[in-house]
């Protein structure tokens, strides 16, 4: 089994839409919605519920009102600001490290793990699908994200590949996304702001030593910039496998629930496909080191 | 002696686990008696400094040597404090792992792996 | 008056809308709170003479008082802190600063330093500011609240959020006047919307809705607007020619004077907004 993980610096590249459409041309995959921040798959992918957990995702101090003397040294201490004038928690900003706990004289305060989503693993016609849904405010870590591709694993039956779509940015997240993929294919426009966040979401991917890909979308918007983008790959040995044109047609479709390859847009299917077996080629020739 | 490595299961028959701090379970084996105990991994559960966590526990069960696909900057400095070998592990089973060990076939390491936080890179200015 | 622009998710157009409206404006500052991935600059080209660090406290023990006893170890939930061989050792790109260790240390041998995690950028007449997280280090709250720290309260302030609905967006839009939710017309951008929406309900912060890349074959944003009684106070067009100046790092307000109207317009709707 082969993990290929989908990301890009920014959101709103065409992530997820490359990675739904080869969930149709991909056989004998999982799927994995790691983008827990912003998820996605699961508009496209409807399945049958396999399994679903409450995540659980840091603690929470919690004040028991019945106990406390408002001597407001919990409040003085907090460095986060979590606690208001009336000596309440603003759950929004704990952070859970538990100073409060350690100065209440009352011993009125406690740490409780907070649920702050919750995970689902899927059966869906184009495979077993893992994602998670988080509460509002609440935030991805890479806890979660580690949950979300642990569970697709109870679910194993010899499949060939497990797609990941990453969640954009460099952060904790991210890494967590990515470790122990055996390929990192980064998802780019051709703007200003694109490049930038490419040359940073490469710089993990290296930092973690696993060969990195670009596919470049709506690469015709700016051919300029295009070509600053591949020679930076030149330059920095990440292969682009995939060059997929601007084409209203891809939102269009989209906003009929559809990827491009299931509106039967044949040029932007022909140019995923294309983009998969370059990987496969890639792949096979990093390997033979 | 004991060693510890980083398994995917309760067994020796398990495939080694690549992650250290995430790594799903330790396998603890006394190499002179062969006796084991799988214990599983409670740093994978934390949201974030899993690395030192899991390294603390390693050291605190008075392993010698921990052999595991990468260790993070952080767990390493650990590991070295509590003056435990590292050992790259094969992604095979614990048992082909301990087999290895035993020969002396398995690379000792010392310079860190990726790790979530402990990266040296600092952004570029633009 | 200060407005906060965010969305759902990335890349929707929100920098677009927060750099148009500041362009548009007289006497106004911007502030990027995207301090994972500043981009304002990249449309308002601004020279950024000055900088300085946001530092945070980060503890440092002293090994000849430290006797190695871990009860700092034990109350850090980071677990930023271990100790071998009755020494306890620091991580600090795992400490979140809590200061939990310095209470329980008994021997005193904990003390604190600052750290360095991330930097704030500012023109020299402070309209203009961004921050940047450095990368690998796992907070960005304290940025976030030290460019709010220089929010200028007698003009009118745009702050560009941080995409998604996490902490860091609920630092950036607390004590704003207003929020601006900016979607896109897909079943993605609709989803998004929607949970943008339940946070500044929740939040009870006033807010509207800028359709960006709107189009006639999808109105769902428009539809889920109306059934939920959400202002929609601008629609940009989805055109190739808007998207080609975007990735040229230039904004159709520059581009177009139109724009420029709309985007005061949208301004002076929002202020009237605010009062009543």
């Keep these: 089994m082969k ?34 921040d912003a998820p996605n798959l699961h508009i496209l992918l409807q399945g049958d519920v396999l399994k679903n957990e409450d995540y659980f995702g840091a603690e929470e101090a919690f004040i028991d009102s019945a106990v406390c003397v408002k001597c407001d040294r919990c ?10 004038q009336k000596i309440e928690i603003i759950p929004m900003k704990c952070e859970g490290c538990g100073a409060c706990v350690l100065v209440c004289p009352a011993a009125a305060i406690r740490l409780e793990e907070a649920r702050s989503g919750q995970t689902y693993v899927a059966r869906t016609p184009r495979g077993t699908f893992s994602h998670a849904l988080l509460d509002i405010g609440a935030e991805g870590s890479g806890k979660l994200v580690t949950a979300v591709r642990k569970n697709i694993h109870g679910f194993y039956k010899n499949e060939e590949w497990v797609l990941i779509d990453g969640s954009p940015g460099i952060g904790c997240v991210v890494i967590a996304s990515i470790t122990g993929a055996d390929a990192v294919v980064a ?62 047609a891809v939102v269009s479709a989209l906003q009929e629930f559809k990827t491009p390859v299931e509106a039967g847009n044949c040029e932007i299917t022909a140019e995923i496909m294309y983009l998969w077996s370059r990987l496969l080629k890639e792949m096979e020739k990093a390997e033979g080191f | 002696m004991k060693i510890g490595l980083t398994s995917t299961g309760k067994t ?9 701090g995430r790594a799903s379970y330790f396998i603890l084996l006394d190499t002179d008696t062969s006796e084991f105990e ?17 390294a603390q526990v390693i050291a605190d069960k008075g392993v010698s040597a921990v052999i595991t696909g990468n260790v993070g900057p952080n767990a390493m400095n650990v590991l070295k404090a509590a003056d435990i070998g590292i ?40 | 008056m200060k407005i906060a622009v965010l969305s759902g998710k990335g890349g929707t157009g929100k920098t677009t809308v927060a750099a148009s409206l500041f362009s548009c404006l007289d006497r106004c500052q911007y502030i990027d709170c995207d301090v994972e991935e500043p981009n304002g600059a990249i449309f308002l080209k601004p020279d950024l003479p000055v900088s300085c660090p946001v530092n945070v406290p980060t503890p440092r023990i002293d090994p000849a008082k430290c006797n190695g006893c871990g009860s700092c170890r034990s109350v850090c939930r980071f677990n ?75 003009i009118p302030v745009v702050l560009d959020c941080p995409p998604g609905a ?36 929740k939040m009870g912060i006033p807010f509207a809705v800028v359709v960006n890349k709107a189009s006639d074959t999808d109105r769902s944003v428009q539809k889920f607007c109306r059934q939920n009684g959400i202002e929609i106070v601008l629609e940009i067009p989805f055109s190739k020619e808007i998207a080609q100046e975007y990735s040229r790092g230039i904004l159709p307000v520059v581009a177009n004077p139109e724009w420029k109207k709309k985007f005061m317009e949208l301004y002076t709707h929002v202020e009237r907004g605010i009062q009543t």
């Design chain 1, 3 to 36: 993990q290929i993980a989908f990301v890009s610096g920014k959101g709103g590249t065409g992530k997820s839409t490359l990675v739904a459409s080869l969930s149709i041309l991909v056989r004998n995959k999982m799927l994995a919605d790691c983008d827990v």
């Design chain 1, 75 to 84: 409040r003085q201490i907090c460095r986060f600001e979590a606690i208001s």
């Design chain 2, 38 to 54: 799988a214990l599983p991994n409670e740093a994978s559960m934390t949201a974030g400094g899993s690395g030192t966590f899991a």
């Design chain 3, 166 to 201: 996490s902490c860091a967006v609920v630092r950036s839009i607390e004590g704003c006047d207003y929020c601006l939710l900016v979607a896109e017309p897909t079943p993605f951008g609709l989803h998004d919307l929607n949970i943008a929406v339940q946070l500044v309900r």
């Design chain 3, 80 to 154: 930023a802190i271990t100790v071998i061989k009755g020494r306890a050792l620091l991580f600090p790109e795992l400490c979140h600063h809590c200061g939990a260790c310095l209470i329980v240390c008994e021997s005193e041998a904990i003390s604190e330093k600052d750290r360095e995690i991330g930097i704030i950028e500012t023109n020299s007449s402070g309209t203009f500011m961004h921050g940047r997280l450095h990368i690998g280090e796992p907070v960005s709250i304290p940025v976030i609240r030290a460019l709010k720290r220089r929010l200028q309260e007698d």
């Design chain 2, 87 to 126: 050992y790259r592990g094969y992604p095979a089973t614990i048992n082909d792992n301990i087999e290895k060990y035993k020969r002396g076939r398995l690379e000792r390491v010392d310079q860190a792996g990726p790790s979530h936080f402990g990266m040296s890179l600092k952004r570029n200015k633009k």
């Design chain 2, 12 to 20: 020796l028959d398990s495939m080694m686990d690549q992650r250290f």
């Design chain 1, 187 to 248: 998802v780019t426009e051709p703007t200003k702001t694109g490049l930038s966040d490419l040359e940073r979401v490469m710089q993990v991917a290296r930092h973690f030593q696993i060969p990195g890909f670009v596919c470049i979308n709506k690469y015709d918007l700016n051919p300029e910039i295009t070509a600053e983008i591949e020679e930076f790959c030149k330059r920095g040995g990440y292969p682009v496998i995939g060059k997929i044109p601007f084409d209203p």
